[in-house]
Nanobody
Framework: QVQLVESGGGLVQAGGSLRLSCTASGFTFRINNLGWFRQAPGKQRELVAAISVFGSTNYADSVKGRFTISRDNAKNTVYLQMNRLKPDDTAVYYC????????????????WGQGTQVTVSS
C-alpha cells in the first residue's frame, strides 16, 4: 500500500521558517521523482519544488532563494525547507511522487500525500 505522509506544517509569523517532511512507503522511493505542491483557498494547485532521482531541482519563481527541496533515500523522505516565509505562502502543502521523467505538472504525479497546512501570519 502506497503512503506519503507529510508533517511539519503549522502557524508561523512572516519572516519565519518551517521544514516540511514527507515519508514514503509502499513503493521504490529512490527511483521516483518527487515534488512539493501547494493549494491556497480558491486557487489551483501549483508546483513549489521538484527533485529528480539524480538530485536535480526545480523551483517556482515565487520561492526561489527561500525554499530548498532535498531528499534522503535511506529514510524514504523528502524535505522542504522554507525560509523567509510570507503570508502568500499560506496553503495546504502536498508531497507527490512519480516514476519516469521529471515533471512539473501535478497531473503527471501518481502518488500523493494528504497535505499539511502552512499558515503565515503578517
Amino acid at each position: 500500500q502506497v503512503q506519503l505522509v507529510e508533517s511539519g506544517g503549522g502557524l508561523v509569523q512572516a519572516g519565519g521558517s518551517l521544514r516540511l517532511s514527507c515519508t514514503a512507503s509502499g513503493f521504490t522511493f529512490r527511483i521516483n521523482n518527487l515534488g512539493w505542491f501547494r493549494q491556497a483557498p480558491g486557487k489551483q494547485r501549483e508546483l513549489v519544488a521538484a527533485i529528480s532521482v539524480f538530485g536535480s531541482t526545480n523551483y517556482a519563481d515565487s520561492v526561489k532563494g527561500r525554499f530548498t527541496i532535498s531528499r534522503d533515500n535511506a529514510k524514504n523522505t523528502v524535505y522542504l525547507q522554507m525560509n523567509r516565509l510570507k503570508p502568500d505562502d499560506t496553503a495546504v502543502y502536498y508531497c507527490a511522487a512519480k516514476s519516469g521523467r521529471v515533471a512539473l505538472d501535478s497531473s503527471e504525479y501518481n502518488y500523493w500525500g494528504q497535505g499539511t497546512q502552512v499558515t503565515v501570519s503578517s
